[in-house]
Each structure stands twice: as C-alpha cells, then as structure tokens.
C-alpha cells in the first residue's frame, strides 16, 4: 500500500541553524502538507502546497519558513533559523480526495 | 472558520467497557470530519471520516462515529474496549479551500487509557 514517507525520523540542532525536512508523498497526489505538534499540543496546520505554489499557509508559516518540491518526489520544509520554539514533531501528508494520508513524522529538537 | 472541540483530554476506561471519546465542531459549510488515533511515538493513522454521505461511519478496530448535525457533533465510540485500544484520539474538521486543498483543522486530542 502506498505510504508518505519522511526523513530524517529525528533531527536535533543547535539554535540559529538551518534544517530541511524531506518527504516523499504518495505518487500521485497533488496536494501536499506540512503540519506540526509540539509536544503535549494539538496538531497545526502550516502549509498546503499545490501546482509547485502555496495554496494556503498559517500565520505559524512565517518568513523562516519555507517549502519546496524539487523534484518529481520530494517535498521539503525548510526552516532557515531555528528557534528553541520549533522543536516540535513535523507531519507530512498528502491527498487523496478528502482524504489525507499522513508520514510518520520528524521530531526536531533544537538545543 | 473551522474549529473543533474535543471534551475530555483524558478518557479512563476499563477493558471490555464502553469507550465514547466526545467532538464537537464548528463549521461555515457541510464538513467533513475525521478520527485519527496516534500511538506513542508514531503518526496519525486514520479511524474513519465522514465526508456527507452515511451520518454512522464505521471505520478499523471497532470503532464507529455519529454525524449529528442538529448537535454539530462527531462523538467517537467503541462497544468495547481493548487494551490495544489506549493511545491519543484527534478529530479533525476539512473544508475544502478550493479544489481538492483540504486544509485540517485539529482538536486537542484525547488520551485514552485502558485499565486490565
């Protein structure tokens, strides 16, 4: 059965660094998603992604952020300048329909 | 704009009993509605969605959902529980923002613990 995948599964780094968060969605797909949940906290939508644009972004998605496919496969999230506030888990996911299919996470923790 | 409700952010209950786990919405336009259930360390894996058509949705392990639009609600249930069952449940409310972009809007989520 087709799965978003994500990688790293685990990223720690120092504040102020930069990090790039990989996905690879389901083939044929064509929205894609970022989400994140900070521990103990409910899930937060962040961004939608479409036609090689932004659809939609949450007030969350600000200048640090950033997203981007690549390629034919990948979907990254890249934040430019961590802050001690972004460690957080950071979800995937990709549609079918209404449907969305979810990665199984990167927990990013910045020191 | 969307939100959701969920009552309880803990749910004890005993193995075999009645598991109900409580969602309530808020929504512009006919929503679609989802359970997603999150074990330890792991993703979100979806339980089952309403999405207009049958307002009792059943989905995997056992659960089912009622869509009650009068009570803008969604509650979650399981004839009985098992202890495979405890983990965090999210139900989450989409309105389509344009095409087939399906923004989801998270509640706080609710711990299920199982005792023996």
């Known amino acids: 059965e087709p799965e978003v995948t994500q990688t790293p599964s685990h990223q720690v780094t120092q504040m102020g660094q930069e990090v790039i968060l990989r996905c690879v969605p389901i083939?044929?797909?064509?929205?894609f998603y970022w989400y994140r949940q900070i521990l103990g906290q409910k899930v937060e939508f962040l961004v939608s992604?479409?036609?090689?644009?932004?659809?939609?972004k949450s007030e969350i998605f600000d200048d640090q952020f950033s997203v981007e496919r690549p390629d034919g496969s990948n979907f990254t999230l890249k934040i430019r300048s961590t802050k001690l506030e972004d460690s957080a888990m950071y979800f995937c996911?990709?549609?079918?329909?209404?449907?969305?299919?979810f990665g199984p996470g990167t927990r990013l923790t910045v020191l | 704009a969307q939100s959701v409700t969920q009552l309880g952010s803990h749910v004890s209950v005993s193995e075999g009993a009645l598991v109900l786990l409580r969602c309530n919405y808020s929504?512009?336009?006919?929503?679609?509605l989802f359970w997603y259930v999150q074990y330890p360390n792991q993703g979100l894996q979806l339980l089952l969605k309403?999405?207009?058509?049958?307002?009792l949705v059943k989905g995997i392990n056992g659960f089912e959902a009622e869509f009650k639009k009068s009570e803008t609600s969604f509650h979650l249930t399981k004839p009985s529980a098992h202890m495979s069952d405890a983990a965090e449940y999210f139900c989450?409310?989409?309105?389509?923002?344009?095409?087939?972009?399906?923004?989801?809007?998270f509640g706080k989520g609710t711990l299920l613990t199982v005792n023996p």
């Open positions: 996911a990709s549609n079918s329909y209404n449907e969305q299919f």
């Open positions: 083939s044929n797909h064509l929205y």
């Open positions: 309403y999405t207009s058509a049958a307002t």
């Open positions: 929504s512009s336009v006919p929503p679609y």
């Open positions: 989450a409310v989409s309105e389509s923002s344009g095409g087939s972009n399906y923004k989801l809007t």
């Open positions: 992604f479409y036609n090689n644009e932004i659809s939609e």
